[in-house]
């Protein structure tokens, strides 16, 4: 007998009135919100093993660290030089450097010269026959930022005066160093939906032993995700937007500062250059220069106007990049996860006690009312332990 009374009370409560039924769904509800809520919070049970999927908030905060970090490490299409850098100021306009070579040697100039134009004359009758073998567009020969941002610039020149920055150039620039921040953005966006989805389902099935109500609820959930991954989607776009569709703008103050700072270090290196060979050191041990031409140090270290727009972009487009990258990252993890995922209007706040009240008797009855074969069942076990008792 008392095996059979364990078989019936296995079945649960009884669920075939409406007011059962909305009984039952809301302290599942209740339970689901608890366990949502404590992952959502990071506060864990004892017993959760170290990557348990219920874990949600010790997930995402991991998945934060490796976006900042994939944004940091592989969202730029050319790693931004230091200022420092050795020879960073050397090779960036060789044509005008053979250019002067050649003056000095007299009658090479004229042989160059010749060849120039045969190149210039062989370039025009291709681009009259519709095709050009311009390889300056072909980003794979570029060989770093600098090389870039000349070429850019060479092939960008507009209405401004020679030595001035286009703003447009800049705009589109920006953009092509940045367009890796959307694949990684959106592989990061899938990566959190995931999580979410899967703790959802593991919480359903550590709080509902009904597998066909688990089924069910866990059906709900699935949509309910499946609609706020497209909101997630349609948030990062916005945001992708924001950064590269319109003009580049920030109020912080790090970008003066940055952009004053490396200009600043560029003379100041400028002149060590000029300086250096002129230093001795006395018993001292100070070195002073000596020897100083203030005619000589100017044309040392004079760049040209093409030289100076180039480097002058190198360190607009750093500064900016470094603050709209920060920028990016924080309104990923805040509008997309936060927001839509993590936030009151969420997938983890779908399935609760205020969802359950405004259910209908007839959505009642197909999320949590009882099979017949379950409900014969526990008839017939009932009508079996009853005449058991007779006898």
């Not at 919070?41 to 990557?51: I, M, N, S």
């Not at 010749?114 to 060989?143: P, V």
């Not at 250059?273 to 100070?286: F, N």
């Not at 009508?383 to 058991?388: P, V």
């Amino acid at each position: 007998m008392l095996a059979t009374r364990k078989l019936v009370d296995g079945f649960g409560e009884s669920r075939t009135a409406s007011s059962e039924q909305r009984r039952y769904l809301t302290r599942i509800a209740n339970q689901f919100q608890t366990s949502n809520t404590e992952a959502s919070r990071g506060t864990y049970g004892p017993t959760l093993r170290a990557k348990d999927p219920r874990k949600l908030r010790m997930h995402i905060a991991a998945e934060n660290d490796k976006l900042a970090a994939k944004i940091h490490a592989k969202g730029h299409k050319f790693k931004f030089k230091k200022v420092e850098d050795p020879g960073e100021e050397q090779g960036l306009l060789a044509s005008e450097s053979e250019d002067t070579e050649n003056e000095d040697e007299g009658t090479k100039t004229e042989d160059v010269a010749d060849e120039r134009t045969t190149n210039d004359n062989e370039a025009a009758n291709a681009g009259s026959d519709g095709e050009s073998d311009d390889e300056s567009d072909d980003d794979e020969s570029i060989e770093d930022i600098y090389h870039w941002i000349c070429t850019k610039y060479r092939t960008s020149r507009g209405a401004e005066l020679p030595g001035t920055v286009n703003p447009a150039v800049l705009e589109s620039l920006f953009r092509e160093q940045a367009a890796s921040w959307k694949p990684i953005a959106s592989k990061y966006l899938e990566a959190i939906n995931r999580l979410v989805l899967r703790h959802v389902k593991r919480s359903c099935r550590d709080l509902i032993s009904d597998k066909t109500v688990r089924k069910r609820i866990d059906e709900r959930n699935k949509r309910a995700i499946s609609k706020t991954r497209n909101l997630a989607i349609q948030q990062l776009n916005l945001i992708l937007e924001d950064e590269m569709g319109g003009i580049l703008q920030t109020t912080n103050n790090y970008f003066a500062e940055n952009l004053a700072q490396n200009r600043h270090e560029r003379i100041l290196i400028r002149l060590k250059k000029y300086l250096a060979p002129m230093e001795v050191t006395p018993e001292e041990g100070v070195p002073y220069p000596v020897g100083l031409n203030l005619d000589d140090l100017i044309h040392r270290t004079h760049l040209s106007n093409e030289e100076s727009a180039v480097y002058d972009i190198h360190d607009i487009l750093n500064a900016y990049y470094k603050i709209a990258m920060k920028r990016f990252v924080d309104n990923v993890t805040l509008q997309v996860t936060e927001r839509h995922y993590m936030g009151s209007n969420g997938p983890l706040k779908f399935f609760s006690p205020a969802y359950v009240g405004g259910l209908s008797d007839d959505d009642l009855k197909s999320l949590a009312g009882e099979s017949k074969a379950t409900r014969w069942s526990e008839k017939d076990l009932l009508s079996f332990s009853d005449s058991s008792n007779g006898l």
